[in-house]
């Protein structure tokens, strides 16, 4: 589905949506009832098609500054110019929002006067950020742009009316201030406009978690191992199984299964896009061998499909804007995170299975060619009365090509594995510090003593 079908879907359902707001104020029914559109064409409605850019900005009382957000539509596809083009969330949060302010007839006039802008919350966060004394009172700015720069609606959504039900709202650049029938909560977060599933794996697909520990020597880039922890299940409800469980330990299933959740739904906060020449500066080591570590550890995820995830963990990507604000505990400690992938075609359930059905196979041919010759002769001699029913001599086995079977599903992989490294070499990725902790932890949060019953049981067992 490409961005345009996807945003026509989404402001389908979020224009049914808007057709249940309470009208039951005078005022609100006056909004409904107008004429006039709050498009730049006040006559004229705003079709999908017509919609190839969008912007958003609302007032960042924390960096005191108009803080402004834009996607935009190239080759079928949204995306977010100001962050490399990284790939936005397939217009839903575009469509969800246009869809809150397009169209949108307009009320009864509330003022024309420019001093009772801040009053009613309609100063714009872009062009009044020098001129408002007091740094309050803005509103959110909403932009819709078509083919060729053509701006189809600059809004300005204000606060909420008396009543409750409708926004003041005023277009960008008009001091007349009107009220209509509006909800909406714009978010200038890049974390809010893109997928922030960055994986995209059903945790039920892992069959192994590897936790590498290692320190490294950034003068030499050697790579000094401590530890690696790794659990092993056959499938999706297996047992967690490990070769490093301590003795008298037993596995924390629900860690570890936390841990997979936590390592498959990884959530963005940011991206920078990458070169290899910032690898360093980001706190990715290259060795001596040429492989990539994170100079925090890295996880090693396996899937049922003979993918396997490396996850490497870099330098501490401190905000910019969290950098602005005052005091120290303003300051974010994201995470940089790169990610690589590769095909092992000794993980792949699917092709194990096919390797297994083609020995079954070739077993078979082997007993029929192994068959004494005047058995042969003597099923040949049974006769057609002995054939069942609509079975001719004619009709013959259809022979599965193993063999290419095979080739394909390797080929497959790693044809699947280059797609997803070629998506994933283009940036750095910043994830959140809680989400870090959480995907290196504590080995004893691993491991742990069984429960006391057990431990009686078994001293129970051990006198009989």
Known sequence: MN????????????????TWVDFSSDEAMSAEVGDVLLNMDSEKEIAVDDIVGLQVAKWDASVKEGSIFAVALKDGKWIIPSHFDYPADEGKRVGQTAAHVMNIKRGPLASNDPQEHADLGVLDPIDDAQSAADKSGFGQRVTLEGNGGKILLDLIVGDSSQSGNVRYVRQAGDNNVYTA??????????????????????????????????????????IEPRAETAFVRKNEVGEWTSEQLPKKKQIAKDAVDGLVTEATSIRLVEIQPFHHQLLRKKGFIVAQNGAIYGNEGAIMLTLKDGLIFYLFFGEVAVDEKAEKEEGAEAKADNRYLAVFVQYNQEGDEELASLMRAKVVAAEEEAKKAAEPKDKKEEKKEEGPENEPEGKTDDVQPVKVDYDKLIAERKANGKQRAAEKQQRFSKFFYVIDNESFKKLRPAQEALFVDPPKEEKKDAKKKGKK
Request: aromatic residues 6%; negative net charge.
């Open 181 to 222: 029938p509006i909800d909406l909560s714009v978010s200038t977060s890049f974390k809010d406009w893109v997928e922030t599933d960055l994986l995209k794996i059903e945790a039920t697909s892992v069959r192994d978690i590897r936790i590498q520990d290692y320190s490294v020597n950034e003068d030499t880039q050697r």
């Open 3 to 18: 961005g345009l079908s996807v945003l026509a879907v989404v402001l389908a359902i979020a224009t049914s949506v808007l």
